[in-house]
Nanobody, 122 residues
Framework: QVMLVESGGGLVQAGGSLRLSCAAS????????MGWFRQAPGKEREFVAA????????YYADSVKGRFTISRDNAKNTVYLQINSLKPENTAVYYC???????????????WGQGTQVTVSS
């Protein structure tokens, strides 16, 4: 059974930082792409960043370039999302996902975690 488990969310003041983690288990993800998405209240789920397990190529939404960094630890089967200079508008549930190709569309991803809440206070 494939499992993606996110952690690291919380309440943080504007300007602060968080590192989200996504622990993957249940299959070999070496050929997969791992993505982070977020969903704010009343809004659609939107792409944030993605990384290839093999090779480590990274991809970002324009809105987060320069502040968000995605990385992976192959030995731990874990993907991270470092978020710096947080803004109140970054408040959302952040989801980890796994899929066969790089895509900014949620439907392209086969597996999802339960999400972790990030709340940024002003």
């Amino acid at each position: 059974q494939v499992m993606l488990v996110e952690s690291g969310g919380g309440l943080v003041q504007a300007g602060g930082s968080l590192r989200l983690s996504c622990a993957a288990s249940g299959r070999t993800f070496s050929s997969y792409v791992m993505g982070w998405f977020r969903q704010a209240p009343g809004k659609e789920r939107e792409f944030v960043a993605a990384i290839r397990w093999s090779g480590g190529s990274t991809y970002y939404a324009d809105s987060v370039k320069g502040r968000f960094t995605i990385s992976r630890d192959n030995a731990k089967n874990t993907v991270y999302l470092q978020i710096n200079s947080l803004k109140p508008e970054n408040t959302a549930v952040y989801y980890c996902a796994a899929g066969p190709r790089v895509a900014a569309t949620a439907a392209e991803y086969d597996y999802w975690g339960q999400g972790t809440q990030v709340t940024v206070s002003s």
